[in-house]
Each structure stands twice: as C-alpha cells, then as structure tokens.
C-alpha cells in the first residue's frame, strides 16, 4: 500500500527502470505487457488516487501526473493502459454511492484493474453513443452494444461501460457508466488493435450482448455535468503526461544516440558530434519545449488541484483552460521532437533494427485522441471573452 505521493513517485522511477529495457522489443513483437501490468498492479500504483476515508494514497493530480509522465517515458503504452482506470476511478469517487465508492474501491486496493469500454465507431461523433441499458422488472439491466477503442480491456478485471438508458422516465438517454466484470456472459473482448503506435495498449473491440448488469453497478456518471466538475480536465491531464513523457523519452533516446552513435558532419570542424555547435543549437531548441511541456503539464495539475480544493465554476473552468493549453502544447512536443530525433542522429537512425520511429508511431498515434485545434479554440474563446468551456467530459 503507498502511503503518499513521495512514495509513488519513487516506486514509478524504479518501474521506469525495469520497463524501460523491453518496451522497443515489446513494440516490435507487438508483445502484450501482461507480466508488467501485473507488477505495475503489485506495487500499488493504481490505488494511488483511492480517497484517504477508504485507505488510499489519495495523491495529488500533480503526483498523478507525473507518475504517467514517468511512465510514458519508458514505455507510452504502459503508461495509456491505466489512463481509463483512474478516469473511472474518478468517475466512483464523483457519483458513485457509498455502497459502490465502498466496493468497487476496495477492489482497486485489492490490485484490481478498470479498462474502459467507452468509444464507438460509425456513429456521428464522439458523444453519439449508442450502448443500451434496458431495464429488467427484477431491478436490474441488460447491456448491449459494440465498443471500440477500449484501451485496457483485455487487461481488466472491470470494465466500464459508458452506455444510456432507454427506458422511459426521467433519465432516459442519460449517459450512465456500468461496472461489468471482465469475465461476465455477454462480454467479449476482441484483440484486434492494430494501429502503427502504442502497439501494446490492446485497444480493440468490446462486444455486449445482453449482459446482466445489477443496478448497484451503475453509476448516473451524467449528473457529473450538471455543475462544475473536473471529470474531463483530470481525463484530458493525464494525456497531455503521456505525450509529456514521449517527449522527454524521444530527446533522451536522441542525446543518446548523438553522444554514442553519430558522427560529426565533415563542416563542422570537430571530432565527435556532440561538439557540433548546430547540433547543440538544435538540442537547445529541443530542450526548451520538452522543458516548457513539463511545465504546463505541473501548471495544469497544480490548477486541478486548486479547483478540487475550491470547485466552482470559474475555478473548474481555470482548471479546464489549464489542461487545454497543457494537452494543445505537449501534444505538438511529442510529435515534433520524437520527429527531430532522426533530424539530429542522421541516416543511421533510420535503421528498422533500431526501431526509433516507435517514439513518433507512438506520439502520432497517441495524439489523435482529441484535436488540439479545438483546444485552442476553447483558449482563445476564454482569453478573450471570458467564456467558460463546455462540461462534456473532453476537456
């Protein structure tokens, strides 16, 4: 059991040690990280924002993310696999009821795993979601529905399921969250992720048919967006630390191989290319950006945990603008300097052997999850006219 954020961010700096070496070879094999995912589950990582009334660390969102951070640098699909978990943690500690805070925690302290089974595919957007819960005269529900995308899945123990309620009255439609065993009838669990980065997350397909689901395993997760909540910023801060973390791993993989590998240009007058001075130039500029992701990054949760400590609209929306700039800035981090690695190490870094690209596979990959310019939209509209972001969850 961790007891405070001092310990989770020593034990997430030795998991970075032991993960670290396998991750090229994992991505390559496409080798799910079982073996790891239960060691990250035995060092109590993933009970770390378990409130202190039921005997969790209860950490910071700063803790939490740079715990990811850390994690992402090693490896970026270990570090996405738990991003759902502690979004659905989030999710009990909002609007779950003192039975189902009670239980489903106790689970999490227990080592247990939430996945996610919350995107559709072929619907009109993103929050057309078409998952049904009917309900049965005993109380309880039958879940249907096809989910794609569901990032720790296959790795879970639990899986929420965000689905509506088609019954009449008033919450028909409502957006609910349903706690399925992994192993329930009904659920099945497809491996079919086959996307050219964060090769390991597993996020393939979720099929339910008529899963029984018990009315204490629901969660009314659509009264969360009915007053300030701080749902999506913690969702969305905990992204902008993996793209964080691809950043800073990309710029050490880098400063690696120009220091071991790379030979200077013939120009340049010198006799290793670490003393290229248009080199040092470039890792400079590289430096700065993996710098100034970092610091959003802590702004951002520092601006969570201000709004957690005094929720109000304009502290929830603070929070929200926070991570948006956090999320719009390491995301283009990410992307740009896993990119630049092959810039500054030369044609030998393009070798398939190496696997390099998996920094930018990763990092590209990873960053289609919410397009930034919308972000920015939400930024400029807040600059200059004061006007709060929307409470739907993605921001």
Not at 6 to 20: T, V
Not at 64 to 82: F, G, K, M, N
Request: aromatic residues 6%; glycine residues 8%.
């Amino acid at each position: 059991m961790i007891r405070d954020g001092d310990e989770a961010l020593g034990i997430a700096a030795e998991l970075c040690e032991e993960f670290r070496p396998g991750a090229s070879q994992r991505d390559l094999d496409r080798a799910l990280p079982h073996a790891e995912l239960d060691r990250l589950s035995a060092s109590g990582l993933l009970a770390v924002t378990v409130p202190a009334e039921y005997g969790g660390a209860d950490v910071s969102a700063q803790v939490l993310a740079r715990v990811i951070r850390l994690l992402a640098t090693a490896d970026p699909s270990l570090a996405q696999i738990p991003q759902n978990h502690f979004a659905y943690v989030n999710v009990l500690r909002e609007q779950g009821s003192p039975f189902q805070q009670a239980f489903f925690l106790g689970q999490v302290l227990a080592g247990r795993r939430f996945g996610n089974a919350q995107s559709e595919a072929g619907t009109q957007h993103v929050q057309d979601i078409r998952t049904r819960l009917e309900r049965e005269p005993d109380g309880s529900y039958l879940l249907n529905g096809l989910k794609h995308y569901c990032t720790g899945a296959l790795f879970a123990d639990w899986i929420p399921v965000l689905a509506r309620v088609s019954e009449e009255g008033d919450e028909v439609g409502q957006l609910h969250v349903a706690y399925v065993p992994r192993n329930a009838p009904g659920v099945t669990v497809v491996d079919d992720w086959d996307g050219m980065g964060q090769r390991t997350t597993a996020s393939g397909t979720v099929r339910l048919v008529r899963v029984r689901v018990p009315a204490e395993h629901i969660v009314a997760h659509h009264l969360t967006f009915t007053g300030p909540q701080l749902h999506g910023a913690l969702a969305q801060l905990l992204h902008a630390a993996i793209d964080a973390g691809i950043a800073a791993g990309a710029l050490a993989e880098a400063v690696a191989f120009v220091r071991t590998k790379s030979r200077p240009w013939f120009e340049s007058g010198v006799a290793v290319a670490a003393d290229d001075p248009l080199l040092i130039q470039r890792f400079g500029e590289l430096g700065l950006q993996a710098q100034a992701a970092d610091a959003l990054l802590d702004a951002a949760a520092r601006a969570v945990d201000a709004a957690r400590a005094d929720l109000t609209d304009d502290s929830a929306a603070q929070a929200s603008i926070a991570v948006a700039a956090a999320k719009a800035f390491t995301s283009t981090a990410a992307v740009q300097i896993s990119d630049a690695l092959f810039e500054v190490s030369g044609t030998r870094s393009a070798l398939a052997g190496l696997n390099l690209s998996r920094h930018w596979r990763d990092a590209r990959t990873h960053t289609l999850h919410d397009p930034v310019r919308w972000k920015v939209q939400h930024i400029g509209r807040y600059v200059l006219n004061g006007t709060r972001p929307p409470r739907h969850g993605l921001l």
